[in-house]
């Protein structure tokens, strides 16, 4: 069996070996006295050495409370508080530094909480403001509503070839193309464009469930959705370039070159910044929740 002591429980040691000795000094040669303490002292100094366990818990379960605040002043609360939580775990016997540690992580659970309630009052107004730029509806064909811009009515599509922004209220966002002509293009892409400047959307090929094609009187009708991230590259060019006179062609068998009308861009651009606030209201509640459900888990 090993025997560990703190640097308190040595010098204890040494102060009641000292008295022990100083008591029997009368009956023992002053000589050999001398010699018994030095040696007495000797192993004290060993057993300093080999023995000494450094810092006690208390200590140790501060120094960890220290490094927890460290992760709060850079910002990192779920560290601290993982930080806090591991006190009573590691050191049982640190009592006081354990409560100190519990009403800290109470304490965090509360502001972190209510920092993200503030954000999410936010995004919830950003949703509110842009949402009266869109139609929400839902169609027999879908499971979600729909946001439909306001600017892509019916007068302003049916008889055009157009690119159109799709949102639906989880914030999923995409495009589709559209053409309508008197020949047949069998395309699968689009490419937006000014000058040097471009983007491209993947390939849909005419023989996917998500390439449409019909005809009417003696038109034919093409609408291709890219779904899936299909359109990322080019919904961001969009509204990185929002001022430019973007251009698009649809690329098929045969070319088809339109010019986006301004209405076009500003769908896009608000479409963009409507589906980010969606997604950050739904992290922001999913977050929460966790957090709650922590929170009241921790006070039980």
Request: hydrophobic content about 40%; overall charge positive.
């Amino acid at each position: 069996m090993v025997f560990c002591f703190t640097g308190d429980a040595v010098l204890a040691i040494v102060i009641k070996v000292t008295i022990t000795w100083s008591l029997h000094s009368s009956k023992i040669n002053k000589m050999k006295l001398h010699q018994s303490i030095l040696k007495t002292l000797l192993v004290l100094a060993v057993t300093c050495l080999f023995f000494s366990c450094g810092p006690s818990q208390r200590e140790k379960a501060v120094q960890q409370i220290n490094m927890a605040k460290q992760s709060i002043m850079a910002g990192d609360t779920l560290r601290a508080i993982a930080q806090l939580d591991s006190v009573s775990l590691k050191y049982p016997k640190a009592s006081v530094q354990q409560v100190v540690a519990k009403n800290m992580i109470h304490e965090l659970y509360r502001q972190l909480i209510e920092s993200l309630n503030r954000e999410l009052t936010m995004a919830d107004s950003v949703i509110g403001l842009l949402e009266t730029k869109f139609i929400k509806e839902k169609t027999a064909n879908s499971s979600y509503f729909q946001y439909l811009p306001k600017r892509h009515s019916f007068d302003r599509t049916w008889n055009r070839s157009f690119i159109q922004v799709n949102l639906d209220e989880r914030g999923e966002l995409f495009l589709s193309s559209n053409y309508m002509g008197k020949e047949w293009l069998d395309h699968t892409a689009i490419r937006v464009y000014d000058g040097p400047l471009q983007a491209k959307t993947e390939n849909v090929e005419t023989d996917h469930p998500l390439n449409h094609r019909s005809e009417f009187l003696d038109y034919k009708w093409e609408r291709v959705s890219y779904m899936q991230g299909k359109s990322d590259s080019v919904i961001h060019f969009i509204a990185n370039h929002r001022d430019l006179k973007l251009k698009c062609v649809f690329l098929g068998k045969q070319y088809h070159y339109i010019l986006l009308e301004q209405y076009d861009i500003d769908s896009v651009v608000d479409a963009l910044e409507l589906s980010e606030a969606i997604r950050k209201r739904n992290r922001l509640m999913v977050t929460i929740d966790e957090l709650r459900k922590k929170y009241q888990a921790y006070n039980n």
